[in-house]
């Protein structure tokens, strides 16, 4: 095994792995996540040798952890405002992703900037010292467009209509280290001096632990209670599975070598697993109960897709679904599908708790 094999070996896996943080601990994973997406290619460089497919599978990695903020969020955010502009903002740029991979027009990624991120950030920054709840939806919306406006345009003209790198420029060019030194130590001033002294005293001291869930969402059998009484498969939990799942796997479609799929048929795919999906956890929920443990869940609702996979192609034939595509693709819906399930609930109860609450002063 070459010294090349292990290097990306461990980068693919780091980048699978560390997202798998980001529910627990949301603002040092999220970031450790865009330090690692920053620095991969600069490590493979180091080494001597430039991955093929990099841009790919740096693509894949990208949405991947994104889409595990987003549905973070959905468990952790008890600012229900703030959760509804988070959604906006990962939907929109996953609208954009795909219509980027379709017609191959940069601008398109221009058009649909990655705010959401930044936004995941933001709020999680604000959560280390303040509740949240503090601040009203027109403050969220104010600091979400600021983001997108003062951050992420810039840097998505920089990085894809200019297509300037980070690392090469402060390389090639002498003044750009510098230069940069003195921006963020201008931001930083900013930020301590105009930014802190206007926010209210902290309500309590730093937080970069996950808040537990609701006291009503704490266990397996009171989310079954919830499911049972307010979760209907045509309902707007699952259009949004639909959404989500649909829109990444036809992302995931573009990259992947060798898929030979239509959006159209991946959506159409995407659509009918989630809705029988959502059937058979219903099923599941009335019958068993679900599991207690991500893992265990993730594991039953793969192992019922694997089979069902097995036996169509027994019925089909071989040639009629791809192995390991049909495989990849199973692994990440039913990772996503789990996740948005046991953390649906969760998020109902905290926009019901944010709706009806007293409102820190």
Known sequence: MTTETVVFGVVVLVRFLLPLAIPRWPLPAI??????????????????????GYQGYDKAMDVYYLAIA??????????????????FLFLYRMVGVVAFELAHWRPLLLIFPNTFEYFFIAYELVRTRWDPRRFDRRWWLLCAAAIWVVVKLPQEWWIHIAQFDLTDTLRDI????????????????????????????????????????????????????????????????????????????VIYGQILPG???????????????VVLNAAIGLVLVRRIGSREGVLAAFGLRLGINVVAVVVA?????????????????????????????????????RREEDETAPQPA
């Open 259 to 273: 898929l030979d799929a239509s959006p159209l048929e991946v959506l159409a795919f995407t659509g009918t697993y």
């Open 313 to 349: 192609r027994m019925v089909l034939g071989t040639g009629a679904i791809p192995l390991w595509g049909t495989l990849f693709f199973l692994t990440l819906l039913a990772l996503l599908v789990t996740l948005h399930d046991r953390w649906a609930p969760v998020a109902a109860v």
């Open 70 to 87: 987003f549905l973070a969020s959905m468990r952790n955010w008890t600012r229900s405002s703030a959760a509804d502009i988070a959604r």
């Open 31 to 52: 970031v450790a996540c865009l330090v690692v997406d920053g620095v991969d290619q600069t490590v493979f460089q180091t080494f001597g040798f430039d991955p093929p």
């Open 174 to 249: 002498p003044w750009a280290a510098p230069a940069l030194v003195v921006l963020l130590l201008v931001v930083a001033a900013l930020t301590w001096f105009v930014v802190i002294p206007r926010m209210p005293s902290p309500d309590h001291g730093w937080r970069f632990v996950a808040d537990p869930a609701p006291e009503a969402m704490d266990t397996a059998a009171e989310r079954d209670a919830w499911m049972l009484t307010h979760y209907r498969v045509w309902s707007w939990p699952t259009l949004e599975k639909v959404l989500l799942v649909g829109l990444l796997c």
